[in-house]
């Protein structure tokens, strides 16, 4: 149909009708596209930030796992278990070079006070106190649990800033809690990790624990403790409550405006992780592309006709340039990028085609050294089982290249490549077939790999979520080789400190040195010399891989003798020989005895006691090299253990001795001492018969020296009874332990009339007992009872029948035992009183030490119950006897 002539136009005015009328609609709907186009950008950052959210979880929970694994391995070292501040202390400072990412390591008692710990002034002795963690909730759940508990954020004790605590229990042989070791993180250390990773770039990195305090923000270092409470930010509330991750864009963040971003909260711990941009920061190079591409797009109009032909012949080749680039970019080509040359704006979408996949190569290199960064190995693999991300250190073990299999089938890999360099494979492809059928369950498992070189991994595979849907899965692959090796190490040395415990005698500790030095260190020949401080020498004591004549050689020199045992005696440090045959002139005597019995490397180890020299451990092995860090830090532990047994030993031997000398002493004493007291008892028991005769001040001055040589008599018999085993076997016979109490008393009514003595009992009561020491131990507590109560006093003697058991109870009206002093009533020679306080009576005695003994050699107890300013109770209790059976 033709139009009428008014109506006809020109070729370049139809053109530019026609690109007029196309215009508008296409701009039209470019606006459109736009529009609909951002909530997918959104959606898109927000995935983003849900990544690094998870991918810095992962970093959380690898922090954790340390500091527990730490934490699990030193509460079961023998040196904690030992509870001993003075040992704990100097053995922690050495860890802490070793652990610089936590604040401090402490062992707390059950009582939740400190028994060690790094830094050392967590105990402060010139304060005279020891910090306590009673109080904390993670400690009380770690020992009612009985398992180890990670901590919400807490104020840090040393440098004030926020830290997290990792308990757990210290157990005895039962495996009942005994303790609580402690690990403190640096939360401001794993911040930091994170900034240099290249992992925050814009973004803010929040992480709050899972009672919804924040334990750091990137964006805003300096919180204080009240402004840290965000478990009213929504997102974070809905993880807490929820659990998975929670997306969220335009919200209004604590303390400042609009944010978007992703919280997630970690598989195993459930702490959040947040990742969080501002949303006019997010929305800015949208928004600028779209001004852009408007602004071109307009210029565009008011090009002529010519333009439009030259448009319509220049737009085939850049699209299809675009196009096969971006399919390019699609399959994983990070490094494509597309030349148009237009001058238009296919030559702006061309930039920012290339911006977008630079953006995009920038991001997945972050997130790749973030990977890389990590000591572990990460495997990921979608829904259908197709790996999408393989981390460098994983291709490095496993010697695969992890571009290369992006995109194969991950059972494809196990397979064919990190199955065969395991020592069962099987078991790995057993897994991944397992997982197939059960995508959202979790796994934890060790795996060994023997090529190329031998490795223990700790093995995690966990399913990866969004919005409690399973994408895909990713694997954790953590080497724990030195863990082992060093869990086997600790073992070994545990298994040598218990073989040196058992030895008291310095011959015996030796050998065990020797012996057990050539098995947990691997040597070819091992010696020990025991330094003689008065004679300046070393004395061989014990060897292992020696002949006989190079032992008599090496049997004793002096300190200045051209050996690298004396030198290492000189020095009071460790003296390494890489190669004997090349030594120099301080120990050619060494040299010549090394040629001799075919020793090549040798390591010289002083053993120092409290800073002492007590001998010289020597290590000889049968090729020439050094020796590694490993084994001089082993060999260092092992001659620790062995100076302190020796030191204990010569101890034991010296105590020993001395205690030998001190029986002999008072053994002799207590035996001349008796004949005249027995002879002085004797006249006064004759005067007594002819009391009539005397007048009553001399009575009374005779009844008072009786009752001073009756306690003389009893103290040298306890004084015999605690310097030598007993003398002879209980002569028991069946009595009544009434009458015999009705009778002590009686005869000390006699002694002290100024003192009213009550006796309440039954009717007989029978016990199976020595009658002469079990009077001994009620002459001692009526004794007692009437020594402490005043003039004129009350003592009240109660016999009962508790069960299968006789009670007898001796009580006085005194003063009582002060509190302080009750825990050392049955110790030799007490005084419940200092001197200079009220109720001092300056006597001291091994009466009730004696009485204890004799009560425990009859089976029974003795206990007592004291308040000061009422008196005090002593109780015994001993078996009840059968009655004889009555003849037939």
């Known amino acids: 149909m033709r139009l009428p002539t008014p109506w006809r136009l020109s070729v370049r005015t139809k053109l530019i009708v026609s690109f007029v009328l196309v215009l508008i609609p296409t701009l039209v709907l470019l606006l459109w596209q736009n529009r609909q186009a951002m909530p997918l950008r959104i959606q898109g950052l927000l995935t983003e930030h849900a990544w690094k959210a998870m991918a810095t979880g992962v970093l959380v929970e690898a922090a954790f796992d340390s500091a527990l694994a730490l934490a699990g391995l030193l509460a079961t070292d023998p040196v904690v278990q030992t509870f001993d501040p003075q040992r704990i202390d100097p053995y922690f400072e050495r860890l802490a070079a070793l652990y610089p ?33 009673a109080d904390q909730d993670y400690f009380q759940q770690a020992m009612a649990t009985n398992r180890p508990v990670v901590s919400g954020v807490k104020l840090g004790r040393l440098i004030g800033r926020p830290t997290v605590i990792v308990a757990v229990p210290v157990r005895d042989q039962s495996g009942q809690p005994v303790g609580v070791l402690t690990v403190a993180l640096k939360l401001e250390a794993l911040q930091e990790r994170l900034i240099r990773s290249g992992l925050v770039v814009h973004e803010a990195i929040w992480l709050v624990d899972p009672g919804g305090r924040l334990a750091f923000a990137t964006d805003r270092p300096d919180l204080t403790w009240e402004e840290r409470w965000v478990g009213d930010f929504p997102p974070v509330r809905e993880v807490i409550e929820r659990g998975g991750r929670r997306l969220f864009e335009a919200l209004p963040r604590p303390l400042d405006g609009q944010w978007l971003g992703a919280f997630v909260a970690t598989p195993r711990y459930r702490w959040i992780v947040g990742a969080m941009v501002p949303v006019a920061q997010a929305l800015a190079p949208f928004e600028e592309a779209a001004r852009v591409t408007l602004a071109v797009f307009l210029g565009a109009a008011l090009l002529t006709g010519l333009l439009i032909y030259r448009l319509a012949s220049g737009l085939v080749w850049p699209i299809r340039r675009l196009r096969d680039h971006a399919q390019a ?9 597309v030349e148009v040359r237009t001058g238009d704006e296919l030559e702006e979408l061309g930039q920012a085609f290339n911006t977008m996949a630079a953006q995009l190569a920038q991001t997945m290199g972050h997130l790749r050294a973030l990977l890389d960064a990590v000591d572990s190995g990460i495997l990921a693999y979608d829904r259908e089982g197709d790996v999408r991300l393989v981390s460098r250190r994983l291709g490095e073990w496993f010697e695969l290249d992890p571009q290369a299999v992006i995109g194969q089938p991950v059972t494809r890999l196990i397979q064919t490549v990190i199955g065969p360099k395991l020592a069962h494979p099987e078991r790995l492809v057993a897994i991944y077939d397992w997982l197939r059928d059960h995508p959202d369950e979790v796994v934890r498992d060790e795996i060994v790999q023997v090529r190329p070189v031998f490795r223990i991994f700790r093995y995690h595979s966990d399913p990866i979520r969004e919005d409690q849907t399973i994408i895909g899965r990713a694997d954790l692959f953590v080497d724990i080789t030195e863990l082992r090796r060093r869990e086997e190490e600790r073992e070994a040395l545990g298994q040598v400190a218990q073989a040196l415990v058992r030895e008291l005698t310095l011959e015996r500790v030796a050998e065990v040195v020797a012996a057990e030095g050539q098995r947990v260190l691997g040597a070819r020949a091992v010696g020990v010399w025991l330094f003689e401080s008065a004679q300046q020498e070393l004395r061989l004591v014990a060897y292992r891989g020696f002949n006989a004549e190079i032992a008599a050689e090496v049997q004793r020199f002096p300190l200045s003798a051209p050996m690298i045992a004396a030198y290492a005696a000189r020095l009071r440090q460790p003296v390494e020989v890489t190669d004997l045959l090349q030594a120099g002139p301080d120990i050619v005597l060494s040299r010549r005895l090394a040629e001799q019995a075919g020793m090549r490397a040798a390591l010289a180890q002083p053993l120092l006691a409290r800073g002492r020299l007590v001998g010289v451990l020597t290590i000889l092995l049968d090729t020439p090299r050094s020796f590694t860090r490993r084994e001089r830090a082993l060999i260092q532990a092992f001659a620790d253990l062995c100076a302190v047994a020796i030191e204990n030993a010569r101890l034991y031997e010296e105590v020993r001795s001395t205690l030998r000398l001190r029986e002999e002493f008072l053994s002799v004493a207590a035996h001349e001492l008796k004949t005249p007291i027995t002879a002085l008892r004797g006249y006064v028991q004759l005067l007594l018969r002819q009391r009539a005769a005397l007048p009553p001040e001399s009575q009374d001055l005779l009844a008072a020296i009786e ?4 306690r003389l008599t009893r103290l040298i018999e306890d004084l015999l009874e605690t310097v030598s085993p007993p003398a002879r076997p209980l002569r028991r016979q069946v009595l009544d332990l ?32 020595d009658p002469d020491l079990l009077e001994r131990v009620l002459l001692t507590l009526v004794d007692n009872a009437i020594r402490f109560s005043p003039d004129g006093g009350r003592v009240e003697v109660t016999i009962s029948i508790e069960g299968d058991q006789a009670v007898v109870a001796v009580r006085d009206h005194g003063l009582g035992i002060p509190r302080e002093r009750q825990p050392h009533v049955f110790e030799p020679f007490f005084e419940p009183y200092p001197p200079g306080t009220p109720g001092y009576t300056g006597v001291t005695g091994l009466g009730l030490y004696v009485a204890k003994l004799i009560v425990e050699r009859h089976g029974g107890r003795i206990w007592f119950t004291s308040e000061e300013g009422k008196g005090s109770t002593f109780f015994i209790s001993l078996p009840l006897a059968s009655p004889p059976a009555a003849p037939a």
């Open 101 to 133: 990412e936590y604040e401090s390591i402490a062992v707390w008692d059950a009582s939740g006070l400190n028994v060690g710990s790094v830094p050392p002034y967590l105990y402060s002795e010139a304060a005279g106190s020891r910090p306590s963690i």
């Open 329 to 337: 970019l699609g399959r994983g080509e990070l490094g494509q990028r």
């Open 707 to 710: 009752r001073q040589t009756r």
């Open 738 to 769: 009434a009458a015999l109490t009705e009778r002590v008393l009686r005869e000390a009514v006699r002694l002290s009339p100024r003192h009213r003595l009550l006796l309440c009992r039954p009717g007989p009561v029978l016990v199976s007992a």
